[in-house]
T-cell receptor, first 115, second 113 residues
Framework: AQTVTQSQPEMSVQEAETVTLSCTYD???????LFWYKQPPSRQMILVIR??????QNATENRFSVNFQKAAKSFSLKISDSQLGDAAMYFC????????????FGKGTKLSVKP | KAGVTQTPRYLIKTRGQQVTLSCSPI?????VSWYQQTPGQGLQFLFE???????NKGNFPGRFSGRQFSNSRSEMNVSTLELGDSALYLC????????????FGPGTRLTVT
């Protein structure tokens, strides 16, 4: 069974500091994609970053970057220069190639940013 | 481009009633997926539609159904509502290219009393 695990229910970071959110997944597929989504309180789910499993290079989007360790099935998100607006629930998600719409999500990590 | 829109945003229903939720995908997106989000179970996949056909279905009872129209707009219906159906229902659209990324709407908050 394909599963996504986020072991940190809550995290806290000081404004302007760096924080890393953890995610591990389990799959026997070779063609898959990994995502981090951000869901601010009472607001829309937003795609933060995407990683294709076949790419060795870690994805980066401005202050957001991932550490993709395929052999270890690990996909962590690093947020640099944290801002107050980064406070949200962060969900790690997985989908395999050929899957029809079924994103599998972790339980989420609630990130708080302290001024 | 306009984002994914969902209507209504909030809904209060009574046990036993039925409800229909609507989702309009991003222009050009042909795949629409539906998810149920609850504090206890997290985000769970309901079903996916592509070109008016349901291609995939999650592990939900038959009370949950959906459809997609020729303009890619989608509706989901829940019949005989139960208290446990109270949740945030999210739809997401995808171009169904090689990236598989999905873009989410704001959700419909359903409360069953």
């Amino acid at each position: 069974a394909q599963t996504v695990t986020q072991s940190q229910p809550e995290m806290s970071v000081q404004e302007a500091e760096t924080v890393t959110l953890s995610c591990t997944y389990d799959t026997s597929e070779s063609d898959y994609y990994l995502f981090w989504y951000k869901q601010p309180p009472s607001r829309q789910m937003i795609l933060v970053i995407r990683q294709e499993a076949y790419k060795q290079q870690n994805a980066t989007e401005n202050r957001f970057s991932v550490n993709f360790q395929k052999a270890a099935k690990s996909f962590s998100l690093k947020i640099s220069d944290s801002q107050l607006g980064d406070a949200a629930m962060y969900f790690c998600a997985y989908i395999y190639g050929g899957s029809q719409g079924n994103l599998i999500f972790g339980k989420g990590t609630k990130l708080s940013v302290k001024p | 481009k306009a984002g994914v829109t969902q209507t209504p945003r909030y809904l209060i229903k009574t046990r036993g009633q039925q409800v229909t939720l609507s989702c309009s995908p991003i222009s050009g997106h042909r795949s629409v997926s539906w998810y149920q989000q609850t504090p206890g179970q997290g985000l769970q996949f309901l079903f996916e539609y592509f070109s008016e056909t349901q291609r995939n279905k999650g592990n939900f009872p038959g009370r949950f159904s959906g459809r997609q129209f020729s303009n890619s707009r989608s509706e989901m219906n829940v019949s005989t509502l139960e208290l446990g159906d109270s949740a945030l229902y999210l739809c997401a659209s995808s171009f169904y290219g090689s990236s598989y990324e999905q873009y989410f709407g704001p959700g419909t908050r359903l409360t069953v009393t």
